[in-house]
């Protein structure tokens, strides 16, 4: 594993120590302990088995970066909605914001394609993303099981991302960042 890739896995463990700390604020601290250590980790065991299986490494470097870029779409929601209420105006903004991030982070990181050509189709498999997690967002923030908004619709934010997650992985690996 590369030097480059443990700062990486320290800095999306502390980003995502961040939002923890905004559910169990109590015992926070705890979070910016462990989650780098495990990010790390993590990325050590998709490192070692993805010297036999490719998609494992990037699968590994996928979900921190993503993870990263998650935390930014949610604090960017968070201080676009105090500006401007319009929840699904602010979820697509802060959707293309954590996006750029995720480019970046899977052209340069997860997938190693530094070669350009890739914007098109990361763009056009990202929009479908956008429709997925911005439809997810609305339907799952829809829900009412009886916890305070606020919670919820953080938890709603998380949701609409791992499902969109799963939509991105396999669009950038497949049709995007294939080798």
């Not at 105090?82 to 982070?105: E, M, Q």
């Not at 619709?153 to 991302?161: C, D, H, M, N, R």
């Amino acid at each position: 594993m590369k030097k480059n890739d443990i700062i990486l896995a320290i800095i999306c463990g502390l980003a995502v120590a961040w939002i923890a700390s905004d559910f169990l604020v109590k015992y926070s601290w705890i979070f910016f302990i462990i989650l780098p250590i495990l990010s790390i980790a993590g990325l050590l065991l998709c490192d070692i088995f993805g010297k036999k299986f490719l998609f494992i490494r990037q699968a590994g470097k996928f979900v921190l970066a993503g993870s990263f870029a998650d935390v930014i779409d949610i604090k960017v929601f968070q201080i676009l909605f105090l500006l401007l209420p319009f929840s699904l105006l602010v979820k697509s903004i802060s959707f293309v914001i954590a996006t750029a991030i995720k480019y970046w982070a899977n052209k340069h990181w997860a997938f190693e394609k530094p070669e350009s050509g890739q914007v098109v189709q990361f763009f056009l498999v990202t929009l479908i993303g956008l429709a997925i997690d911005v439809v997810s967002f609305y339907y799952l923030s829809r829900i009412n099981i009886g916890i305070l908004m606020k919670l919820w619709v953080e938890l709603t934010i998380i949701a609409a991302a791992i499902i969109t997650s799963i939509w991105n992985f396999l669009g950038y690996k497949f049709l995007v960042f294939k080798k």
